[in-house]
Protein backbone atom coordinates (compact mmCIF):
# COMPACT_ATOMS: atom_id res chain seq x y z
CA UNK A 1 0.00 0.00 0.00
CA UNK A 2 1.75 3.55 -1.21
CA UNK A 3 0.32 6.81 -0.36
CA UNK A 4 0.80 10.03 -2.96
CA UNK A 5 1.50 13.38 -1.21
CA UNK A 6 0.91 16.23 -3.51
CA UNK A 7 3.44 18.95 -2.43
CA UNK A 8 2.42 22.51 -1.45
CA UNK A 9 5.38 24.92 -2.79
CA UNK A 10 6.28 27.64 -5.23
CA UNK A 11 8.51 26.54 -6.94
CA UNK A 12 11.22 28.38 -5.26
CA UNK A 13 10.15 26.79 -1.64
CA UNK A 14 8.61 23.73 -0.08
CA UNK A 15 5.97 24.76 1.87
CA UNK A 16 5.49 23.68 5.24
CA UNK A 17 1.70 22.30 4.67
CA UNK A 18 3.40 19.64 2.41
CA UNK A 19 5.29 18.24 5.93
CA UNK A 20 2.24 18.29 7.63
CA UNK A 21 0.59 15.94 4.69
CA UNK A 22 3.24 13.24 4.77
CA UNK A 23 2.75 13.48 8.31
CA UNK A 24 -1.37 12.67 7.67
CA UNK A 25 0.41 9.98 5.39
CA UNK A 26 2.36 8.21 8.27
CA UNK A 27 -0.69 8.35 10.67
CA UNK A 28 -2.28 5.96 7.65
CA UNK A 29 0.62 4.28 7.55
CA UNK A 30 2.39 2.56 4.44
CA UNK A 31 5.11 4.10 1.81
CA UNK A 32 4.72 7.61 1.21
CA UNK A 33 6.10 9.69 -2.01
CA UNK A 34 6.31 13.09 -2.58
CA UNK A 35 4.70 14.80 -6.02
CA UNK A 36 6.39 17.70 -7.54
CA UNK A 37 4.95 19.54 -9.85
CA UNK A 38 6.40 22.60 -10.51
CA UNK A 39 8.92 24.11 -13.54
CA UNK A 40 12.95 24.72 -11.87
CA UNK A 41 12.02 23.91 -8.55
CA UNK A 42 15.57 22.29 -7.99
CA UNK A 43 15.16 23.69 -4.33
CA UNK A 44 11.76 22.21 -3.57
CA UNK A 45 12.60 18.66 -4.45
CA UNK A 46 15.38 19.12 -2.57
CA UNK A 47 13.57 19.43 0.31
CA UNK A 48 11.17 17.10 -0.28
CA UNK A 49 13.76 14.48 -0.24
CA UNK A 50 14.76 15.41 3.61
CA UNK A 51 11.16 15.14 4.17
CA UNK A 52 11.30 12.53 7.43
CA UNK A 53 10.03 8.85 6.22
CA UNK A 54 9.50 9.84 2.72
CA UNK A 55 9.80 6.37 0.10
CA UNK A 56 10.83 8.93 -2.99
CA UNK A 57 9.79 12.06 -4.84
CA UNK A 58 8.59 11.90 -7.97
CA UNK A 59 9.46 15.41 -9.82
CA UNK A 60 7.56 16.72 -12.82
CA UNK A 61 9.68 19.68 -13.82
CA UNK A 62 8.27 21.61 -16.58
CA UNK A 63 6.53 24.84 -17.88
CA UNK A 64 3.36 22.75 -17.78
CA UNK A 65 3.18 22.73 -14.50
CA UNK A 66 4.93 26.16 -13.07
CA UNK A 67 1.61 27.66 -12.32
CA UNK A 68 -0.58 24.36 -10.80
CA UNK A 69 -2.99 24.68 -13.11
CA UNK A 70 -5.88 22.29 -11.95
CA UNK A 71 -6.72 20.57 -15.28
CA UNK A 72 -3.62 19.15 -16.32
CA UNK A 73 -1.95 19.10 -12.66
CA UNK A 74 -5.04 16.21 -12.10
CA UNK A 75 -4.28 14.78 -15.34
CA UNK A 76 -0.77 14.57 -14.39
CA UNK A 77 -1.99 12.88 -10.82
CA UNK A 78 -4.22 10.75 -12.65
CA UNK A 79 -1.57 9.36 -14.55
CA UNK A 80 0.16 8.23 -11.99
CA UNK A 81 -2.77 7.30 -9.79
CA UNK A 82 -2.69 3.66 -10.26
CA UNK A 83 0.68 3.30 -7.93
CA UNK A 84 -1.30 4.64 -4.46
CA UNK A 85 -4.26 3.52 -2.86
CA UNK A 86 -4.30 6.83 -0.87
CA UNK A 87 -3.62 10.58 -2.48
CA UNK A 88 -3.35 13.48 0.16
CA UNK A 89 -2.72 17.26 -0.69
CA UNK A 90 -3.24 20.02 1.94
CA UNK A 91 -6.53 21.75 1.92
CA UNK A 92 -4.69 24.80 0.46
CA UNK A 93 -6.24 26.93 -2.75
CA UNK A 94 -3.99 24.15 -4.59
CA UNK A 95 -5.56 21.34 -2.99
CA UNK A 96 -8.80 22.10 -3.20
CA UNK A 97 -9.00 23.64 -6.35
CA UNK A 98 -6.60 20.12 -8.01
CA UNK A 99 -7.84 16.99 -5.77
CA UNK A 100 -11.84 17.25 -6.62
CA UNK A 101 -11.05 17.16 -10.51
CA UNK A 102 -8.77 13.90 -9.81
CA UNK A 103 -11.68 12.38 -7.34
CA UNK A 104 -14.11 12.45 -10.21
CA UNK A 105 -11.59 11.05 -12.98
CA UNK A 106 -11.10 7.93 -10.66
CA UNK A 107 -14.63 7.97 -10.02
CA UNK A 108 -14.64 8.09 -6.22
CA UNK A 109 -15.45 10.41 -3.25
CA UNK A 110 -13.28 12.98 -1.84
CA UNK A 111 -12.80 13.58 1.94
CA UNK A 112 -12.08 17.57 2.73
CA UNK A 113 -10.51 18.89 5.28
CA UNK A 114 -9.64 15.13 7.05
CA UNK A 115 -8.42 16.45 10.72
CA UNK A 116 -7.82 13.02 12.27
CA UNK A 117 -6.89 9.72 10.88
CA UNK A 118 -8.97 6.66 12.51
CA UNK A 119 -7.74 3.63 10.29
CA UNK A 120 -6.62 3.41 6.21
CA UNK A 121 -9.96 3.87 5.28
CA UNK A 122 -11.85 5.93 8.13
CA UNK A 123 -10.99 9.53 8.97
CA UNK A 124 -12.49 12.46 10.49
CA UNK A 125 -13.75 15.57 9.22
CA UNK A 126 -15.86 18.50 10.36
CA UNK A 127 -18.94 19.70 9.40
CA UNK A 128 -21.11 22.26 9.61
CA UNK A 129 -17.94 25.25 10.06
CA UNK A 130 -17.18 22.77 12.89
CA UNK A 131 -20.01 22.26 15.01
CA UNK A 132 -19.99 18.48 14.20
CA UNK A 133 -17.22 16.21 13.21
CA UNK A 134 -18.05 13.26 10.65
CA UNK A 135 -16.64 10.20 11.05
CA UNK A 136 -16.58 9.06 8.05
CA UNK A 137 -15.97 5.60 6.13
CA UNK A 138 -14.55 5.37 2.45
CA UNK A 139 -15.62 2.06 0.49
CA UNK A 140 -13.98 3.34 -2.59
CA UNK A 141 -10.44 1.54 -3.69
CA UNK A 142 -9.04 4.84 -3.52
CA UNK A 143 -9.24 7.39 -0.58
CA UNK A 144 -8.39 10.92 -2.22
CA UNK A 145 -8.58 13.55 0.75
CA UNK A 146 -7.24 17.11 1.41
CA UNK A 147 -5.86 17.21 4.86
CA UNK A 148 -6.54 20.22 7.22
CA UNK A 149 -2.80 21.16 8.41
CA UNK A 150 -3.42 23.05 11.59
CA UNK A 151 -4.43 19.74 12.95
CA UNK A 152 -1.19 17.73 12.21
CA UNK A 153 2.13 18.17 13.19
CA UNK A 154 5.05 18.56 10.47
CA UNK A 155 7.66 15.88 10.33
CA UNK A 156 10.75 16.28 10.47
CA UNK A 157 13.91 16.73 7.79
CA UNK A 158 16.51 14.15 8.45
CA UNK A 159 15.04 11.90 5.17
CA UNK A 160 17.28 11.29 1.94
CA UNK A 161 14.80 10.07 -0.32
CA UNK A 162 15.60 9.60 -3.92
CA UNK A 163 14.17 11.78 -6.90
CA UNK A 164 12.67 9.88 -9.98
CA UNK A 165 11.69 12.08 -12.81
CA UNK A 166 8.15 11.75 -14.43
CA UNK A 167 7.45 12.50 -18.17
CA UNK A 168 3.46 13.19 -18.92
CA UNK A 169 3.18 16.58 -19.74
CA UNK A 170 -0.66 17.37 -20.27
CA UNK A 171 -1.88 20.92 -21.82
CA UNK A 172 -3.63 22.91 -19.59
CA UNK A 173 -7.55 24.11 -20.76
CA UNK A 174 -6.75 27.27 -18.82
CA UNK A 175 -4.40 30.18 -18.58
CA UNK A 176 -2.52 31.78 -16.26
CA UNK A 177 -2.38 35.63 -16.46
CA UNK A 178 -0.83 37.35 -13.42
CA UNK A 179 -0.50 36.53 -9.94
CA UNK A 180 -0.57 39.18 -6.55
CA UNK A 181 0.71 37.77 -3.50
CA UNK A 182 0.67 40.19 -0.17
CA UNK A 183 4.25 40.62 0.37
CA UNK A 184 4.59 40.52 4.17
CA UNK A 185 8.03 40.24 6.95
CA UNK A 186 5.10 38.51 8.53
CA UNK A 187 5.18 35.01 9.19
CA UNK A 188 2.17 32.99 7.19
CA UNK A 189 -1.06 32.67 8.74
CA UNK A 190 -0.74 29.01 8.51
CA UNK A 191 2.63 28.59 9.94
CA UNK A 192 2.79 31.03 12.57
CA UNK A 193 2.41 30.14 16.16
CA UNK A 194 1.12 33.57 17.23
CA UNK A 195 -1.35 35.36 15.37
CA UNK A 196 -3.17 38.96 16.03
CA UNK A 197 -6.49 38.98 14.47
CA UNK A 198 -8.84 42.54 14.13
CA UNK A 199 -12.68 42.28 13.43
CA UNK A 200 -14.84 44.82 12.88
CA UNK A 201 -14.40 46.40 15.93
CA UNK A 202 -11.48 48.17 14.63
CA UNK A 203 -12.71 50.75 12.52
CA UNK A 204 -10.82 51.07 9.81
CA UNK A 205 -8.11 49.44 7.80
CA UNK A 206 -5.85 52.24 9.29
CA UNK A 207 -6.69 51.00 12.97
CA UNK A 208 -5.20 47.75 11.84
CA UNK A 209 -1.87 49.55 12.54
CA UNK A 210 -2.18 48.64 16.18
CA UNK A 211 -2.52 45.43 16.01
CA UNK A 212 0.29 45.52 13.34
CA UNK A 213 2.68 46.77 16.06
CA UNK A 214 1.81 44.39 18.15
CA UNK A 215 2.03 41.09 15.65
CA UNK A 216 5.19 42.38 15.45
CA UNK A 217 6.21 42.65 18.89
CA UNK A 218 5.16 39.17 19.55
CA UNK A 219 6.72 37.69 15.72
CA UNK A 220 3.24 36.89 15.20
CA UNK A 221 0.81 36.96 11.95
CA UNK A 222 -1.64 39.52 11.12
CA UNK A 223 -5.12 37.80 10.65
CA UNK A 224 -8.82 39.19 10.52
CA UNK A 225 -12.78 38.57 10.76
CA UNK A 226 -15.14 38.34 7.68
CA UNK A 227 -16.55 41.41 9.19
CA UNK A 228 -13.32 42.94 8.63
CA UNK A 229 -12.76 42.18 5.60
CA UNK A 230 -16.44 42.90 3.78
CA UNK A 231 -15.70 46.33 5.55
CA UNK A 232 -12.60 46.54 3.34
CA UNK A 233 -10.44 47.25 6.03
CA UNK A 234 -7.66 44.38 5.07
CA UNK A 235 -7.81 42.33 2.03
CA UNK A 236 -9.22 38.59 2.31
CA UNK A 237 -6.21 36.56 2.34
CA UNK A 238 -6.02 37.41 6.32
CA UNK A 239 -9.45 35.80 6.67
CA UNK A 240 -9.70 33.32 9.33
CA UNK A 241 -12.71 31.43 9.43
CA UNK A 242 -15.20 28.65 7.82
CA UNK A 243 -14.48 30.31 4.10
CA UNK A 244 -10.97 32.04 5.01
CA UNK A 245 -7.62 30.09 6.33
CA UNK A 246 -8.20 27.65 9.35
CA UNK A 247 -5.32 28.56 12.36
CA UNK A 248 -4.06 26.81 15.06
CA UNK A 249 -1.43 28.85 16.77
CA UNK A 250 -0.16 28.64 20.56
CA UNK A 251 -1.42 32.29 21.00
CA UNK A 252 -4.59 33.56 18.79
CA UNK A 253 -5.42 37.03 20.54
CA UNK A 254 -9.13 37.86 18.79
CA UNK A 255 -8.93 41.93 19.22
CA UNK A 256 -12.34 43.66 18.25
CA UNK A 257 -14.13 40.54 16.69
CA UNK A 258 -17.21 39.53 18.46
CA UNK A 259 -16.63 35.73 17.50
CA UNK A 260 -19.94 34.81 14.88
CA UNK A 261 -19.59 30.17 14.70
CA UNK A 262 -17.93 31.16 11.24
CA UNK A 263 -14.86 32.60 12.73
CA UNK A 264 -14.57 30.38 15.43
CA UNK A 265 -14.54 27.68 12.77
CA UNK A 266 -11.57 29.29 11.97
CA UNK A 267 -8.98 29.25 15.24
CA UNK A 268 -11.16 27.48 18.24
CA UNK A 269 -8.38 24.92 17.87
CA UNK A 270 -5.68 27.46 18.99
CA UNK A 271 -3.94 26.27 22.25
CA UNK A 272 -4.37 29.69 24.16
CA UNK A 273 -7.45 31.75 23.02
CA UNK A 274 -7.19 35.90 23.95
CA UNK A 275 -10.28 38.18 23.65
CA UNK A 276 -9.86 41.83 23.93
CA UNK A 277 -13.69 43.17 23.57
CA UNK A 278 -15.82 45.79 25.20
CA UNK A 279 -18.67 43.93 24.67
CA UNK A 280 -18.99 41.78 27.71
CA UNK A 281 -22.14 39.96 26.21
CA UNK A 282 -19.74 39.35 22.68
CA UNK A 283 -19.40 35.41 22.17
CA UNK A 284 -15.60 35.25 21.75
CA UNK A 285 -15.37 34.87 25.56
CA UNK A 286 -17.33 32.17 25.70
CA UNK A 287 -14.03 30.33 23.84
CA UNK A 288 -11.52 32.91 24.97
CA UNK A 289 -9.36 31.42 28.14
CA UNK A 290 -8.30 34.98 29.12
CA UNK A 291 -11.04 37.82 28.07
CA UNK A 292 -10.54 41.52 28.78
CA UNK A 293 -13.66 43.65 28.55
CA UNK A 294 -11.94 46.71 27.33
CA UNK A 295 -11.60 49.52 24.85
CA UNK A 296 -8.96 47.99 22.23
CA UNK A 297 -7.66 51.46 21.51
CA UNK A 298 -6.53 51.66 24.88
CA UNK A 299 -5.84 47.74 25.88
CA UNK A 300 -3.62 46.96 22.93
CA UNK A 301 -1.02 49.83 23.07
CA UNK A 302 -0.56 49.15 26.54
CA UNK A 303 -0.48 44.99 25.23
CA UNK A 304 2.18 46.52 23.05
CA UNK A 305 4.30 48.10 25.61
CA UNK A 306 4.37 45.38 28.05
CA UNK A 307 5.54 42.43 25.98
CA UNK B 1 -25.52 32.22 -23.98
CA UNK B 2 -27.10 29.96 -21.11
CA UNK B 3 -26.12 30.13 -17.59
CA UNK B 4 -26.72 26.93 -15.32
CA UNK B 5 -26.42 27.93 -11.91
CA UNK B 6 -26.78 24.78 -9.36
CA UNK B 7 -27.86 25.50 -6.26
CA UNK B 8 -28.39 23.70 -2.48
CA UNK B 9 -30.71 23.73 0.54
CA UNK B 10 -28.89 24.24 3.75
CA UNK B 11 -29.83 25.31 6.93
CA UNK B 12 -29.85 29.02 7.60
CA UNK B 13 -25.80 30.32 8.17
CA UNK B 14 -27.31 32.26 11.49
CA UNK B 15 -28.67 29.15 12.86
CA UNK B 16 -26.27 27.06 15.17
CA UNK B 17 -26.42 22.99 14.80
CA UNK B 18 -26.82 20.43 16.90
CA UNK B 19 -25.50 16.83 16.96
CA UNK B 20 -28.35 14.28 17.19
CA UNK B 21 -28.08 12.57 20.80
CA UNK B 22 -27.30 9.41 18.90
CA UNK B 23 -24.33 10.29 17.40
CA UNK B 24 -26.03 9.69 13.50
CA UNK B 25 -26.04 13.32 12.21
CA UNK B 26 -26.81 16.86 13.06
CA UNK B 27 -30.58 17.38 13.78
CA UNK B 28 -32.02 19.31 11.24
CA UNK B 29 -35.98 19.30 12.16
CA UNK B 30 -37.65 22.51 12.09
CA UNK B 31 -34.49 24.47 11.51
CA UNK B 32 -34.72 27.88 8.88
CA UNK B 33 -33.22 26.58 5.75
CA UNK B 34 -32.06 28.88 3.42
CA UNK B 35 -30.52 29.13 -0.10
CA UNK B 36 -26.33 28.20 0.12
CA UNK B 37 -24.76 31.53 0.81
CA UNK B 38 -22.60 30.65 -2.20
CA UNK B 39 -24.92 29.69 -4.02
CA UNK B 40 -26.75 32.71 -3.60
CA UNK B 41 -23.84 35.06 -4.94
CA UNK B 42 -23.85 32.56 -7.84
CA UNK B 43 -27.64 33.40 -8.58
CA UNK B 44 -26.74 37.39 -8.62
CA UNK B 45 -23.44 36.85 -10.85
CA UNK B 46 -25.77 35.23 -13.17
CA UNK B 47 -28.59 37.85 -12.76
CA UNK B 48 -25.84 40.60 -13.27
CA UNK B 49 -24.73 39.08 -16.64
CA UNK B 50 -28.33 38.81 -17.99
CA UNK B 51 -28.89 42.47 -16.94
CA UNK B 52 -25.74 43.20 -18.72
CA UNK B 53 -26.88 41.49 -22.08
CA UNK B 54 -24.15 39.20 -21.62
CA UNK B 55 -26.46 36.43 -20.25
CA UNK B 56 -29.90 34.78 -22.42
CA UNK B 57 -30.73 32.94 -19.75
CA UNK B 58 -30.46 32.11 -16.49
CA UNK B 59 -31.47 28.12 -15.45
CA UNK B 60 -31.31 27.54 -11.67
CA UNK B 61 -31.18 23.64 -10.37
CA UNK B 62 -31.01 22.17 -7.31
CA UNK B 63 -31.19 18.75 -6.13
CA UNK B 64 -32.94 17.22 -3.00
CA UNK B 65 -36.06 16.86 -1.30
CA UNK B 66 -39.29 18.53 -2.50
CA UNK B 67 -38.87 21.66 -0.26
CA UNK B 68 -35.79 22.22 -2.32
CA UNK B 69 -38.51 24.05 -4.50
CA UNK B 70 -38.27 26.84 -2.35
CA UNK B 71 -34.55 27.64 -3.14
CA UNK B 72 -35.68 27.20 -6.80
CA UNK B 73 -38.27 30.04 -6.24
CA UNK B 74 -35.90 32.13 -4.29
CA UNK B 75 -33.56 32.01 -6.84
CA UNK B 76 -36.14 32.96 -9.31
CA UNK B 77 -37.22 35.56 -7.62
CA UNK B 78 -33.90 36.94 -7.78
CA UNK B 79 -34.10 36.90 -11.19
CA UNK B 80 -33.43 33.02 -12.61
CA UNK B 81 -36.03 32.55 -15.78
CA UNK B 82 -36.81 28.76 -14.37
CA UNK B 83 -36.13 26.13 -12.58
CA UNK B 84 -35.19 22.58 -12.34
CA UNK B 85 -35.57 20.08 -9.89
CA UNK B 86 -34.02 16.90 -9.02
CA UNK B 87 -36.20 15.23 -6.85
CA UNK B 88 -34.45 13.02 -4.17
CA UNK B 89 -34.80 12.20 -0.30
CA UNK B 90 -31.23 10.61 -0.10
CA UNK B 91 -27.98 12.50 1.21
CA UNK B 92 -25.70 12.13 -2.20
CA UNK B 93 -21.49 12.67 -2.27
CA UNK B 94 -20.45 15.38 -4.25
CA UNK B 95 -19.76 12.73 -6.63
CA UNK B 96 -23.00 11.99 -7.13
CA UNK B 97 -24.23 15.64 -7.56
CA UNK B 98 -21.79 16.65 -10.03
CA UNK B 99 -22.94 13.70 -11.57
CA UNK B 100 -26.05 14.46 -11.96
CA UNK B 101 -25.63 17.76 -13.00
CA UNK B 102 -23.49 16.66 -15.80
CA UNK B 103 -26.39 14.96 -16.89
CA UNK B 104 -28.42 18.49 -16.79
CA UNK B 105 -25.38 20.15 -18.32
CA UNK B 106 -25.56 17.45 -21.29
CA UNK B 107 -29.12 18.50 -21.87
CA UNK B 108 -28.62 22.28 -21.28
CA UNK B 109 -25.54 22.81 -22.66
CA UNK B 110 -25.26 25.87 -20.96
CA UNK B 111 -21.83 28.09 -21.95
CA UNK B 112 -21.37 28.56 -18.16
CA UNK B 113 -22.02 27.07 -14.93
CA UNK B 114 -21.68 29.24 -11.92
CA UNK B 115 -21.67 27.76 -8.63
CA UNK B 116 -20.90 28.40 -4.89
CA UNK B 117 -17.32 27.33 -4.01
CA UNK B 118 -19.10 25.01 -1.03
CA UNK B 119 -21.72 24.81 0.91
CA UNK B 120 -21.82 25.36 4.62
CA UNK B 121 -22.93 22.13 5.74
CA UNK B 122 -21.00 19.63 4.26
CA UNK B 123 -18.00 22.05 3.62
CA UNK B 124 -16.77 19.95 1.29
CA UNK B 125 -15.69 22.67 -1.70
CA UNK B 126 -15.79 19.60 -3.97
CA UNK B 127 -18.72 19.98 -6.78
CA UNK B 128 -17.57 22.40 -9.52
CA UNK B 129 -14.44 20.88 -10.00
CA UNK B 130 -15.77 17.29 -10.41
CA UNK B 131 -18.41 18.82 -12.77
CA UNK B 132 -16.17 20.78 -14.60
CA UNK B 133 -13.90 17.26 -14.82
CA UNK B 134 -16.47 15.55 -15.92
CA UNK B 135 -17.64 18.04 -18.25
CA UNK B 136 -14.13 18.26 -19.64
CA UNK B 137 -14.20 22.03 -18.96
CA UNK B 138 -11.58 24.56 -17.66
CA UNK B 139 -12.82 25.81 -14.24
CA UNK B 140 -11.89 28.68 -12.26
CA UNK B 141 -12.85 28.32 -8.18
CA UNK B 142 -13.09 31.00 -5.94
CA UNK B 143 -13.90 33.64 -8.24
CA UNK B 144 -13.86 37.24 -6.45
CA UNK B 145 -14.40 39.12 -10.19
CA UNK B 146 -15.76 37.58 -13.76
CA UNK B 147 -15.18 38.85 -17.49
CA UNK B 148 -16.52 38.12 -20.31
CA UNK B 149 -15.96 38.75 -23.71
CA UNK B 150 -17.40 36.76 -26.42
CA UNK B 151 -16.21 33.32 -25.49
CA UNK B 152 -13.09 34.37 -23.64
CA UNK B 153 -13.37 34.51 -20.08
CA UNK B 154 -11.37 35.96 -17.70
CA UNK B 155 -11.29 35.45 -13.32
CA UNK B 156 -9.59 36.66 -10.80
CA UNK B 157 -9.53 33.70 -7.75
CA UNK B 158 -8.88 34.44 -4.45
CA UNK B 159 -6.07 32.12 -3.56
CA UNK B 160 -3.61 31.60 -0.48
CA UNK B 161 -1.54 34.70 -0.19
CA UNK B 162 -3.58 37.08 -2.80
CA UNK B 163 -5.35 37.09 -5.97
CA UNK B 164 -4.07 35.61 -9.32
CA UNK B 165 -6.56 36.28 -12.60
CA UNK B 166 -6.58 33.17 -14.86
CA UNK B 167 -8.13 33.05 -18.60
CA UNK B 168 -9.89 30.33 -20.84
CA UNK B 169 -12.67 29.72 -23.28
CA UNK B 170 -16.16 29.00 -22.52
CA UNK B 171 -17.89 26.52 -21.90
CA UNK B 172 -16.44 26.58 -18.31
CA UNK B 173 -17.03 25.97 -14.51
CA UNK B 174 -16.54 29.11 -12.26
CA UNK B 175 -17.32 28.71 -8.20
CA UNK B 176 -17.91 31.58 -6.37
CA UNK B 177 -16.40 33.67 -3.14
CA UNK B 178 -18.10 35.83 -0.89
CA UNK B 179 -16.50 38.72 -2.20
CA UNK B 180 -17.88 38.85 -5.73
CA UNK B 181 -20.98 40.30 -5.91
CA UNK B 182 -23.34 41.35 -2.95
CA UNK B 183 -26.99 39.80 -3.38
CA UNK B 184 -29.71 41.80 -3.92
CA UNK B 185 -32.97 41.12 -1.70
CA UNK B 186 -35.76 39.68 -3.95
CA UNK B 187 -38.50 42.46 -4.59
CA UNK B 188 -42.15 41.61 -3.87
CA UNK B 189 -43.57 41.75 -6.97
CA UNK B 190 -40.29 39.45 -8.35
CA UNK B 191 -41.11 37.11 -5.51
CA UNK B 192 -45.17 36.85 -6.65
CA UNK B 193 -43.68 36.68 -10.39
CA UNK B 194 -41.17 33.82 -9.64
CA UNK B 195 -44.39 31.77 -8.52
CA UNK B 196 -45.44 31.67 -11.86
CA UNK B 197 -41.91 31.21 -14.06
CA UNK B 198 -41.50 27.31 -14.94
CA UNK B 199 -40.26 24.99 -12.85
CA UNK B 200 -39.45 21.00 -14.14
CA UNK B 201 -38.94 18.11 -11.74
CA UNK B 202 -36.96 14.54 -12.26
CA UNK B 203 -36.15 11.91 -10.75
CA UNK B 204 -32.98 10.56 -10.74
CA UNK B 205 -34.33 7.20 -12.53
CA UNK B 206 -35.43 9.79 -15.09
CA UNK B 207 -31.90 11.03 -15.68
CA UNK B 208 -30.81 7.58 -16.20
CA UNK B 209 -27.70 8.32 -13.96
CA UNK B 210 -26.62 5.24 -11.85
CA UNK B 211 -24.98 6.39 -8.51
CA UNK B 212 -22.78 4.10 -6.56
CA UNK B 213 -22.47 4.24 -2.66
CA UNK B 214 -18.97 6.03 -1.36
CA UNK B 215 -19.28 6.29 2.32
CA UNK B 216 -20.62 5.15 5.63
CA UNK B 217 -20.94 7.72 7.69
CA UNK B 218 -20.21 5.83 10.62
CA UNK B 219 -20.95 8.66 13.50
CA UNK B 220 -21.51 12.06 13.56
CA UNK B 221 -20.04 13.95 16.83
CA UNK B 222 -20.31 17.06 18.46
CA UNK B 223 -16.83 19.09 18.88
CA UNK B 224 -14.59 18.92 22.38
CA UNK B 225 -15.66 22.26 24.23
CA UNK B 226 -13.17 24.48 25.29
CA UNK B 227 -13.07 24.90 28.97
CA UNK B 228 -14.24 27.97 30.56
CA UNK B 229 -12.09 30.89 30.69
CA UNK B 230 -11.25 33.67 32.83
CA UNK B 231 -11.91 37.30 32.95
CA UNK B 232 -8.62 39.41 33.40
CA UNK B 233 -9.15 42.83 34.90
CA UNK B 234 -6.25 44.43 33.10
CA UNK B 235 -3.56 44.35 30.50
CA UNK B 236 -1.23 43.72 32.95
CA UNK B 237 -2.81 40.66 34.30
CA UNK B 238 -3.54 39.52 31.07
CA UNK B 239 0.71 39.59 30.34
CA UNK B 240 1.25 38.23 33.74
CA UNK B 241 -0.94 35.14 32.54
CA UNK B 242 0.31 34.73 29.34
CA UNK B 243 4.24 34.83 30.61
CA UNK B 244 3.30 32.59 33.98
CA UNK B 245 0.76 30.64 33.40
CA UNK B 246 -0.43 29.74 29.94
CA UNK B 247 3.77 30.43 28.88
CA UNK B 248 3.12 31.71 25.52
CA UNK B 249 4.89 34.53 25.52
Redesign the interface.
Known sequence: MAILVLAEHDNASLKLDTAKVVACAQAIGGDVDVLVAGHDCVAVVEAAQKLTGVRQVLVADNAAYVNH???NL?ELILDVASDYEHILAAA???G??????????L???????VIEV?SAD?FIR???????????????DKKVMTVRTSAFDAVGNDGAAAAVAIEKVAD???????????KSARP?L?AAS?VVSGGRGLGSGENFAILEQLADK?GGALGAS?AA??AGFV???LQVG??G?IVAP??YIAVGISGA??HLAGM?DS????AINKDPEAPI??????????DLFE?VP??TE?? | MKVLVPVKRVVDANVKVRVKADNTGVDVANLKMAINPFCEIAVEEAVRLKEAGIASEVVVVTIGPKASQEQLRTAMALGADRGIHIETDEELVPLSIAKLLHSVQEKEQAQLILLGKQSIDGDNNQTGQMLAALAKMPQATFASEVKIEGDALTVTREIDGGLQSVSMSLPAVVTVDLRLNEPRYAKLPNIMKAKRKPLETFSIDDLGVSLKSHQNIVKVSPPSQRKAGVMVASVAELVEKLKNEAKVI
Request: hydrophobic share 40%; proline share 4%; aromatic share 4%.
Open positions: LPDSSSQKDTLPRVSALDVAQLSEVTPIYAGNALATVQSLDSLSQFISQSLTEGILRVDPNDQTKDLIQKKVIVFQVADYGLEAAQLSV
